[in-house]
């Protein structure tokens, strides 16, 4: 199975102690932990499902509906989510959905939308402001066609650093560049890592539009 994750990444300068209450502010409905023998239907992908990563002093909160409009969107609104998980310096949204080809992500840095890229397919991408360095070294890199028996216009682009060395299909680029954006500024990669973070499984009741989102 591919990866299924989108939410929010920040670090938090104080230890997280009440996940549940930071759900309720953020999505709006009340946050009921879920134990584990009813988690066989649990997925981010549902609006009333989130679930909150902590790996040390770096917090994951997974859940489609408080990231996807802040990618799809450069237009969104980003201030309020920032202000309720308590005005981190660095604020990163993100989807990585492999079964979709769906990546992307939105640095938020005090409070304002610096830089975000969502990228839904070949070339589908939406992008806003100027790409980070670390963005340029793959986005400006060399590439080949894949030799392959379909013509010359199905191709697909492969970029590539070096000799060849590391490869990356057009299609995957903004993957990498998420990968790559997570480890740089978190230290960490939520779906591929060898520690165990402490996990909180949440499920919203009573559910209402979270107090920044009006419609």
């Known amino acids: 199975m591919g990866v299924a994750q989108a939410g929010l990444v920040f670090k938090t300068k104080v230890p997280l102690r009440d996940a549940g209450a930071l759900v309720s502010k953020l999505c709006g409905g009340q946050a009921v932990k879920i134990e584990p023998s009813l988690r066989s239907s649990f997925d981010i992908r549902n609006h009333s499902d989130v679930l909150v990563q902590v790996f040390g002093n770096v917090i994951v ?4 509906q408080i990231a996807w409009d802040m990618l799809e969107d450069p237009a969104s609104d980003v201030t309020q989510r920032h202000r309720v998980l308590g005005a981190p310096e660095m604020l990163l949204a993100f989807c990585h959905y492999d079964s979709g080809d769906s990546y992307g992500y939105a640095f938020i840095e ?7 890229r969502l990228q839904t397919g070949v070339p589908a991408v939406v992008e806003f402001g100027t790409p980070k360095d670390f ?4 986005l400006s890199a060399p590439f080949y066609l894949e030799d392959d028996d379909c013509p010359i216009d199905q191709r697909r682009k492969i970029y590539f650093q070096g000799e060849r060395e590391v490869e990356v299909p057009e299609a995957e680029i903004t993957r990498r560049l998420l990968e790559e954006a997570l480890r740089m500024n978190f230290g960490i990669c939520p779906w591929d890592e060898d520690i165990d973070p402490v996990s909180h499984f949440f499920r919203l009741t009573a559910e209402k539009n ?5 419609w």
Not at 110 to 116: A, C, K, P, W, Y
């Open 61 to 64: 909160i997974n859940n489609n």
């Open 110 to 116: 005090r409070g304002e939308r610096t830089r975000s």
């Open 135 to 138: 963005e340029s070294r793959w």
């Open 210 to 214: 979270p107090w920044w989102r009006l």
